[in-house]
């Protein structure tokens, strides 16, 4: 049996072309879609450290049930493809030269010390992969999770703890994590003394509750985009536009189910354009910005998500066929997905921006994030969500 989990962190205290960009974009915005319905609705997902994660499954897959994975991840058919697309994305999103973000992505494959692997499947793993290989007895499950989870924490797992739970090891011959961590600092700060208790609307404009809202004004990109019915903000982090969050709040009169639909004619990459061509037909605008503080953390299993995306094959055990990794009959019981965000005013007041404030507010744009909306954390240069989610559930955090 192949037991695959997968853990991924995002903390935030506020918080080149490359081939692989356009495919990790398409499967976000699917993905979140069919994982929302299992999460109803308020939802945090790393799309970025998922694909991460089912890269490794590809490596080891054959037949049709790399078919499977390779579709609904838009991979290519040449597994020595698929490698060189994972080093190129990964070099490229994960570039640690930004100041004000911290962003790392570890993989970890856990073996049972008899389930014997194909030595070339382990040096892939290693090699390819970046994987770090752990052998442990998982007879004894409360020991090897203890094990395991000492050993990502002490191997670059950092800030996560408590990854893997002894269940996780009870039917397992093996388990591939990813553990993906985001940090950033926004490049213009909201004010804490801002930040006050506001009414939360549901899409009939009733109030659902109430959030702590945070309050800015400043130079942001903005658009209003017709054919996705919604109006678009970015919120930078760090000091180089490398990674920001990109902030989707449909229109007045619009549901956000049917803003979404419209995502299958507005890609993301069309999204970015246009805050870009905005930008330059009429400069940056300063923009008076209404978000809540809000904290979001997600724990389902995807293996609902991945059919409704065409992935069958893997869960089932007379059907997959993971023949690269070991000559025993083994499935994937399991993708477990648990992601956190939290989203602040960075516990820096705002110097540049608190003096905008006083500023004439007549012809500012506003962007009142107080019914639901949906988020993603972007890698810029390759429009890679690293992270995405849907803020439909208000609480005073």
Known sequence: MLHIITFLLAASS????????????????????????EADGHVVISPFGIWTLMTGVALGATGESYKQVRRAFILPKNPASVVKGYRDLTKAVLDPTT???????????????????????????QNDFDASVKVIDFNDPNSAARIANNYIQNSGGGRVSNVLRSEDFAESRMILTNVISFKGLWTLPFNKTETTRKPFFDENKQIVGEVNMMYNRGP???SSIKDLQAFVLELPYGNDNKYSMIIIL?????????????????????????LKDDEEKFGVTDVDVQIPRFKI?????????????????????????????????IFVSAIVHKADIEVTESGTVASAATSAIFADRMSTPRFDANKPFVY?????????????GIYSKPTVY
């Open 99 to 125: 100041n004000g973000v911290t962003l790392t992505s570890k993989n970890y494959v856990f073996l049972d010390d008899d389930f014997a692997v194909y030595p070339e499947f382990r040096r892939s793993v």
């Open 250 to 274: 449909p229109h007045n009169k619009v549901k956000l189910v049917d803003m979404y639909q419209n995502f299958a004619k507005v890609s993301l990459v069309d999204i970015v354009q246009r």
């Open 376 to 388: 993603f954390i972007m890698e810029m240069t390759t429009n890679t969500v690293i992270f995405g």
């Open 297 to 329: 953390s997600t724990n389902v299993v995807l293996n609902k998500p991945l059919n409704s995306m065409g992935v069958y094959d893997i869960f089932e055990p007379d059907l997959a066929k993971f023949e690269r990794v070991s000559q025993e009959q």
């Open 220 to 222: 942001y990109r903005f």
């Open 14 to 37: 506020c918080l080149c072309d490359v081939e692989f960009s356009a495919r990790s974009r398409n499967f976000s915005i699917e993905l979140l879609y069919f994982t929302q319905a």
